[in-house]
Nanobody, 116 residues
Framework: QVSFVESGGAVVQPGGSLRLSCVAS????????ISWYRQAPGKERELVAS????????RYHNSVKGRFTISRDNSRNTAYLQMNSLEPEDTADYSC?????????WGQGTQVTVSP
């Protein structure tokens, strides 16, 4: 069974940094693209960043380009999201995800709150 354990969420001031971690299990982690999504209260879930299984192809939501970096350690079945220059608009529940056709699976998420 595919599952994820996310960690690293916290309350941080604007301009601060956090690093989120996501430990995956139940599938061949190194074989699939890994993604981070976020959902803020009252808003739809949105893709924050994704990283391909092979090579270094990554993509980012326009609002986080230049501030967030996604990475992965296949030896540890772990994905990371380094978040710098955090803004109040980044406040959301962040979860990692994998698409193993035909289903997309999400983790439980970790809460990030950016507040003075």
């Amino acid at each position: 069974q595919v599952s994820f354990v996310e960690s690293g969420g916290a309350v941080v001031q604007p301009g601060g940094s956090l690093r989120l971690s996501c430990v995956a299990s139940g599938y061949s982690f190194r074989t699939y693209t890994i993604s981070w999504y976020r959902q803020a209260p009252g808003k739809e879930r949105e893709l924050v960043a994704s990283l391909a299984a092979i090579g270094s192809n990554s993509r980012y939501h326009n609002s986080v380009k230049g501030r967030f970096t996604i990475s992965r350690d296949n030896s540890r079945n772990t994905a990371y999201l380094q978040m710098n220059s955090l803004e109040p608009e980044d406040t959301a529940d962040y979860s990692c995800s994998v698409l193993i056709p035909p289903a997309r699976v999400w983790g439980q998420g970790t809460q990030v709150t950016v507040s003075p």
